[in-house]
């Protein structure tokens, strides 16, 4: 799978910058609210708490992506197990944040072991496809579950609650919890990354035959990686639920799974940094183009090709580029 | 009921052999070029609405789809140019955000050119009429006359890859990329050929199907992803292969919606069999595909990674 | 006498018409330094690479420690003790010299499913790591990026990782290939110094070299061995002279 090494190598250098970056991004982020409120515009807690749940989605995909060179088109089904485990067990009676996230995790990372196992058979272009072929049976099943609103989706009661207490029904509480989540998130894939675990994943995208021959079969912890992500993306799929208060298959149509690499190619893969930013960039620049005109999506498609053809390695590549992301080790 | 089958088959057929066009040019884009194009599918739909404006213009259907082919050309040559040229050598994820920028320029472009309601095409005087199948049962013509163009096509193309020397690079880019980038300056012609003449089908495909579904920017997306699908199941690298997976596919689909749900209900009691069959028949294509890379990772006609 | 740590027998190996590996048969005894010489193309790195378990014979067994290991994959002949260099340096590259090597002694030191405390931090990996590197002598260079390195540096990490799995039989390709003539000689010495904890299958075209080292050499051509013996019996060997040596002192 050395077919990607080329823009995935992320010089280590900067890791100090990566942490103070990152910093950075809470800091900037928690100061939302308050300042939405001075400023008379409480949309923007909302268009917030969107960016942090696809920070979450695209930290994710950036464990299986960046640091494993599993390119997968089919991660948008885990956003999906997310929200329709929020509708499915409100619907049962069961409004509790944390229950429904155990049965997202659950689900999700079932979903993954699975069809990781079938696709981890498969490489390269391959892998790519299966992937999205298992997105699309996932999208399918929930297209013609009518029960659930079918193709059209379904509006939820109410917002999920936390222990019997409606902390998610005012935008700054959803807001916080999801942070809350995205600092966890980032945290614990830093950790992870560097961990003996992480070592193995990385080694094995930048040569499996190297580590097969110093003793690792490197499909055991492909497959860990693909679930850990999975659970991930489901947690950050229950956020998205509660955010729109409405669940619907579009969430995990392969357009979704698209944009989710976008916005890790975006952002650069493989230092998770670059992945939050991505995520952050892209859900503004959706959102603020919108604002600008409804053909938004000419500019936003402008905007991808020319970061594709100008700067390998996206943002973070352009932003080396002008030497503004220096390492400091 | 037998009748019935028949119809479905040759609606399978015909629905196989479009999406053939579609597939044989993107199939040796990715093969020879590595190459991960995300934006064929628009071309697909751009055929489509050009076929439609010459029609609005010349009010000819011949006319309209000769015009088709050279400005289809023309764009592929432009984006080869513009774009694709320039991520050759760049990873496959580069190539994913540029084409999927692509699709967003295109898609929104045709909308603001003819907006987003689904436009459609008539049929021409001589093909659209009917001709008797077995028994009572009818088929229209145009829908034979689109798998016998398709069937042309797909001969045309055997010619080309077994018995000219365009061909016989193609093959041997399949089968080793390597062996192709070491004849040298030739490569940039032949890239910019394949990409072109796979516009050009893809658009063809979409300006072909506009008489019988209608034309609207949604309609690359749909086939966009069964295009896929194909290439995967044939092999990707591999034009006989996707011909094959391409009737396959059309096949199993087409008859998966109709008889999946008249199968299940011998099963179990109608209602569950409705729901079920809804359920599965759209899943189909996607569990015929995980099934065969289950079994054969590289796809039925792709060449095998060595151990 | 006792059997041979590595017992090769009847191994065949074809591409297409091609046979790479036509009917080999050997033995490597504990201890020894095992030379394989040939000419290029003759088929040496393809034979390794099936003794390691990468490519699977077309037939014939291979048998290590008494044991059938024909069917194992390369990880577990690795863990057996059975490790390789390659000829085409393989390493990680935007991973650091010492992060290669600790890579290796991770694989045999304790589980990799551990998830959250740095490994860059553990000091037993480290250390050990340190010392393959200090052996081969890259101790130097030990916080740079591996892909860096020039390419005789890259040739000495090969053997270092090989060297972290703690082989009892080392396959080595080439090992001496592309590096500089102080470092030939450091490598030269090193395996001098391993012959007495390590066996070593040594494949090699730097004839002095094989011929300090070797107690026993096979004359690998066209897939078939042409003669096996000491470095002497080798060296007079009439065929082995038409076949091989001959062309080594013509060009
Ligand atoms: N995958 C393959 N497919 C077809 N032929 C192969 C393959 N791998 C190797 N060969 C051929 O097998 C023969 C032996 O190759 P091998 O690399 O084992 O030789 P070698 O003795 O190691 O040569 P050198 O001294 O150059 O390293 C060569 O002719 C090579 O072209
Ligand atoms: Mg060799």
Redesign the interface.
Known sequence: MT??????????AGLAARLKLALAIFALLAVVPPLAHAMGEPFMIIIATRMMVFAIAALSLDLI?GHGAM?SFGHAAYLGFGSYAVAILSRAGISDLVLQMVAAVLASALFALVTGA?SL??????F???T???G??AY??F????ALGGDDGVALAARSTVLGLPLLQGETGLFYVTLGLLIAAFAGLY??T???????L??TR??A?????????PLP?QL?AYVISAAICGVAGVLLANQAVYVSPAYMS??RS??M??M???GG?GSLTGAMTGALVTVALEEGLARFSE?W??G??????L???LS?G?LSGLLRKFNLLRDDK | MFNLFLLQLLNGAQFGILLFLVAAGLTLVFGIMDFINLAHGVLYMVGGYVMAMMMGTTGNFWLSLTLVLPVMLVLGLALEVLVFRRLYDRSHLDQVLATFGLILVLSELVKILWGSAPLSVPMPEALSGSIALAGPMRYPVYRIAVIGVGLAVALALWFVIARTRVGMLLRAGAANRAMVSALGTDINRLFMLVFAAGAMLAGFAGAIVSPILSVDPGMGDSILILTFVVIVIGGVGSVKGAFFAALLVGIVDTLGRMFGPILLKALMDPAAAAQAGRTIAPMLVYILMAAVLFWRPTGLFGRSVAR | MTDALLQVRNLRKTYGALKVTNDVSLDVHEGEIHAIIGPNGAGKTTLISQLSGQLRPDSGTVIYTGQDITALDMAARVRMGLARSFQLTTLLPSFTVLENVAVAVQAREGSSFRFFRPASTERALNDQAMECLNDVGLSGTASRLAGALSHGEKRQLELAIALATRPRLLLLDEPLAGTGHEEAAQLVDLFGRLKSRVTMMLIEHDMNAVFALADRVSVLVYGEIAACGTPDAVRNDAKVRAAYLGEEEVA
């Open positions: 077919y990607m090494t080329q823009t995935l190598t992320e010089p280590r992506l390119v079938i058979r498969t490489r390269g272009v391959y790519i496809m299966i999205l072929a298992f699309q049976m399918f099943f297209v013609s579950f009518s950790l992870l560097r961990s003996r675990f992480g070592r193995v990385t080694g930048e040569s035959l190297r580590m097969q021959a110093i003793g690792f079969r912890y860990t392969w357009h698209g944009e690499i976008v890790l190619v975006l893969v053909h999506r000419l936003f498609g402008l905007i991808l090709v970061v594709a053809l390998p996206g």
